[in-house]
């Protein structure tokens, strides 16, 4: 059974960092690519990160480049995003997520993806709340 659980979320006033976690069991972790998403209120789910089954490769969606970075730790098959000069904008529940392609089967020539339809496992979210 595959389960994937994130944890790190809370408030954190604008400017400040916080440190999400998602540890996974159920599948090879490092045999597949992972990526971090969020939805806000109202919103539709983006993506934000994405990281190649090896840790090779990463990307960023614009408004996080710079700011957020994603890691892979096989030997502990958990997945991390640190996030750093928060802003309200950022506020939102954030999910991890495990890809549906086995290490280089995806069709993804750009890299590591953020498209939702690659994902094939999903958590239950950690909630980011940045105040002004």
């Known amino acids: 059974q595959v389960e994937l659980v994130e944890s790190g979320g809370g408030l954190v006033e604008a400017g400040g960092s916080l440190n999400l976690s998602c540890t996974t069991s159920?599948?090879?972790?490092?045999?597949?690519?992972m990526g971090w998403f969020r939805q806000a209120p109202g919103k539709e789910r983006e993506g934000v990160s994405a990281i190649s089954w090896s840790g090779e490769n990463t990307f960023y969606e614009h408004s996080v480049k710079g700011r957020f970075t994603i890691s892979k730790d096989n030997a502990k098959s958990t997945l991390y995003l640190e996030m750093s000069s928060l802003k309200p904008e950022d506020t939102a529940m954030y999910y991890c997520?495990?890809?549906?392609?086995?290490?280089?089967?995806?069709?993804?020539?750009?890299?590591?993806?953020?498209?939702?339809?690659?994902?094939?496992?999903w958590g239950q979210g950690t909630q980011v709340t940045v105040s002004l």
């Open positions: 997520a495990g890809s549906k392609w086995f290490r280089g089967g995806c069709p993804c020539p750009g890299g590591p993806s953020v498209s939702g339809s690659f994902y094939d496992y």
């Open positions: 159920g599948f090879t972790f490092d045999d597949y690519a």
